[in-house]
């Protein structure tokens, strides 16, 4: 039996993993520059994190949860992470990081697992930039970690992408709205999908996300959420857009957008490309998960971005990685001097250059296809008359042209090619 990669999963080949490492590279060096600091966590957690954090009604625990079994014997106590926040926020109380000076900003380039419906765009296995900002209630830390994603959306050069934003008020706010909301729906309860119907109960707020046309129509005349917005939520959204507006970061209010997670209040926003129904990152504040999860009440807020989508999207686009360095073959034209051409060999790659050599193969035609093969940019043929002028020949493979460079200068020589 041939095995295959788990469904929902997928091998990343060489083909495609310069996109991917663009795209880590851009995440890592913007979340550093927008002065966010690297934190690693586990890749499993106890199942009550992921319940507490992100809500034991949210389709994400209900559905999505891989469980992992520590040992054959033992009741699964563990779950793979779904996503970044809970795990970081859960060091974060672990490590009293809030005796650090604040704010606290974190990141992490993170691999998460929900047992998803598999289809484009939506993995058993994503990977996410998490920006995790603690220790500031301030309406301009959620305008950063928008600006920090909306960076690294502008350095990759992805057009077209714009934000949905909305205000969750307070926990009191939306607890009297979905009180509202329940008892508008609860009379047209017969009207709404079924999945609304659940949702009535269970999470009311989850209806407003609702793809139903029939629901959607229901929803114009329900209740609106920013009706219930005191003046302090109010001023803080609107400080939000001024910040966005300041920073030229387009944006459209969205009032119908509550997302996936609970712990959210205030500020929520998620990326969007008109391309695509799935919103590339999202995220929030917030402020009572930390309290949630037996810490210090302490203000944060955060996002993240899908990298599987980013790439996705970037491919689709025709959007390109830069090409990968250029490549310098070594040839070993006589086995007598060998020790001369591994010491070149050498000389290259203790400065960086990416150097291919098979001293193995005994036939400069063979080595030369080789070379060929790897899209080497130059050749260093070296052979005993080499060895005897102390100077080599290197080869430009473009066009065949060559030149005599001595044994001092080759290194330099070569650097300027390859530039
Ligand atoms: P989320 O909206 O669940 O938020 O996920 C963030 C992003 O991860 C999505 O916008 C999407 O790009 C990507 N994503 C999610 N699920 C999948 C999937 N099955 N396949 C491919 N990509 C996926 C969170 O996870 C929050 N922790 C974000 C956050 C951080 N909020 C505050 N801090």
């Not at 980013?310 to 360095?325: E, N, R, Y």
């Not at 400065?351 to 400069?364: E, L, N």
């Amino acid at each position: 039996m041939k095995f295959q990669a788990p469904r929902g999963t997928r091998d990343i080949l060489p083909a495609d993993q310069p996109l991917w490492q663009l795209v880590r590279r851009v995440c890592q060096e913007v979340a550093e520059q927008m002065g966010y600091q690297p934190i690693t966590v586990p890749t499993y957690e106890e199942v009550g994190l992921f319940q507490r954090s992100i809500g034991a009604s949210t389709d994400i625990i209900e559905k999505e949860l891989f469980l992992v079994q520590g040992h054959r014997d033992e009741e699964s106590h563990y779950a793979l992470r779904p996503e970044g926040t809970a795990g970081i926020v859960r060091a974060f109380v672990q490590h009293g990081m809030h005796t650090w000076p604040q704010p606290v900003k974190l990141y992490g380039i993170v691999n998460n697992f929900r047992y998803e419906r598999p289809q484009k765009g939506r993995y058993r296995e994503h990977v996410q930039l998490s920006v995790e900002h603690f220790g500031d209630t301030s309406p301009f830390a959620d305008a950063w970690v928008v600006f920090t994603m909306w960076q690294v959306i502008r350095r990759l050069g992805i057009p077209g992408i714009t934000l949905s934003l909305n205000s969750l008020g307070t926990s009191e706010e939306r607890a009297a709205y979905v009180a509202a909301l329940k008892s508008a729906l609860q009379d047209k309860r017969e009207q709404l999908s079924a999945d609304s119907q659940r949702r009535l109960e269970t999470n009311p707020l989850r209806i407003l996300d609702s793809k139903d046309t029939g629901d959607q129509v229901l929803l114009e005349t329900a209740p609106q959420l920013a009706d219930f917005l005191g003046n302090t939520s109010s001023a803080h959204i609107e400080t939000v857009k001024h910040y966005l507006d300041a920073w030229q970061i387009p944006y459209a209010m969205n009032p119908r957008l509550v997302r996936g997670l609970d712990y959210y209040c205030h500020t929520c926003f998620e990326w969007i490309h008109p391309s695509t129904g799935n919103s590339l990152g999202g995220g929030g504040r917030y402020d009572k998960l930390v309290g949630e999860l037996d810490g210090p009440e302490t203000g944060a807020v955060g996002a993240g971005l899908g990298l599987d989508r980013i790439v996705d999207l970037l491919a689709d686009l025709g959007i390109a990685a830069p090409a990968a360095a250029r490549t310098v073959a070594v040839i070993l034209a006589e086995p007598s001097v060998l020790t001369e051409a591994a010491r070149v060999v050498a000389e290259l790659a203790n400065v960086g250059i990416r150097v291919t050599a098979d001293f193995s193969k005994p036939s400069v035609g063979t080595q030369f296809k080789a070379a060929d093969r790897q899209e080497a940019w130059l050749a260093i043929v070296i052979g005993g008359q080499e060895v005897a002028d102390g100077a080599l020949t290197v080869k430009r493979l473009a066009d065949g042209s060559q030149e005599r460079v001595s044994n001092e200068e080759i290194v330099s020589f070569v650097q300027k090619e390859l530039a």
